[in-house]
């Protein structure tokens, strides 16, 4: 079965800092999506970015960007000029291509908090 | 273009009863997936539907079922309310049903079940 493993409970950083969020995974899948998603207290889950597990290029998306490291199992979230809107919780999430559709198995989440 | 809706937005229940919760899709996505969130933890998946047939379930007990109408909204029901089934229920829409880059999924705000 997979398994997503979050092992940083709570994060903080100074505005406009750059902070690494850790996330480690279990699977024999070979073709699979990676995922964070960010869910700010108002409680609504967003996609922050995603990686394909057949590219060998790290996703990026403006301040997020992504170290994708396939045979570590591995898959760490970078943020970038960190603001407070950045606040919230956040879940590494897999998802087997082709497999049990509609299934996302989601690590138990960091809270990060930004501070001015 | 509304996003995923959902209600109620809490509810209060105890222990025995039975519950409905509802979810309303994105305009064209045909699949929904319910996940269970219970605080502190993340999101766990319950069911998967597309085009009105399950395509997945969880570890979750019979207590627990599903359902898709013709318009591809969906109803969550859990039936004989146990303490442990307090929790944000979250739907999320999808466009396909398949392990492609349509199956990111778009998440409501949740109903917020409380069992007392």
């Not at chain 1, 950083?13 to 996330?23: D, G, P, R």
């Not at chain 1, 207290?41 to 995603?50: C, E, G, K, T, Y």
Request: proline content about 4%; glycine content about 8%; charged content about 20%.
């Amino acid at each position: 079965a997979q398994t997503v493993t979050q092992s940083q409970p709570e994060m903080s950083v100074q505005e406009a800092e750059t902070v690494t969020l850790s996330c480690t995974y279990d699977t024999s899948e070979s073709n699979y999506y990676l995922f964070w998603y960010k869910q700010p207290p108002s409680r609504q889950m967003i996609l922050v970015i995603r990686q394909e597990a057949y590219k060998q290029q790290n996703a990026t998306e403006n301040r997020f960007s992504v170290n994708f490291q396939k045979a570590a199992k591995s898959f760490s979230l970078k943020i970038s000029d960190s603001q407070l809107g950045d606040t919230a919780m956040y879940f590494c999430a897999f998802e087997d291509y082709g497999g049990s559709q509609g299934n996302l198995i989601f690590g138990k989440g960091t809270k990060l908090s930004v501070k001015p | 273009d509304a996003g995923v809706t959902q209600s109620p937005t809490h509810l209060i229940k105890t222990r025995g009863q039975h519950v409905t919760l509802r979810c309303s899709p994105i305009s064209g996505h045909k699949s929904v997936s319910w996940y269970q969130q219970v605080l502190g933890q993340g999101p766990q998946f319950i069911f998967q539907y597309y085009e009105k047939e399950e395509r997945g379930r969880g570890n979750f007990p019979d207590r627990f079922s599903a359902r898709q109408f013709p318009n591809y909204s969906s109803e969550l029901n859990v039936n004989a309310l146990l303490l442990g089934d307090s929790a944000l229920y979250l739907c999320a829409s999808s466009l396909s049903d398949r392990g492609t880059i349509l199956t990111e999924q778009f998440f409501g705000p949740g109903t917020r079940l409380t069992v007392l």
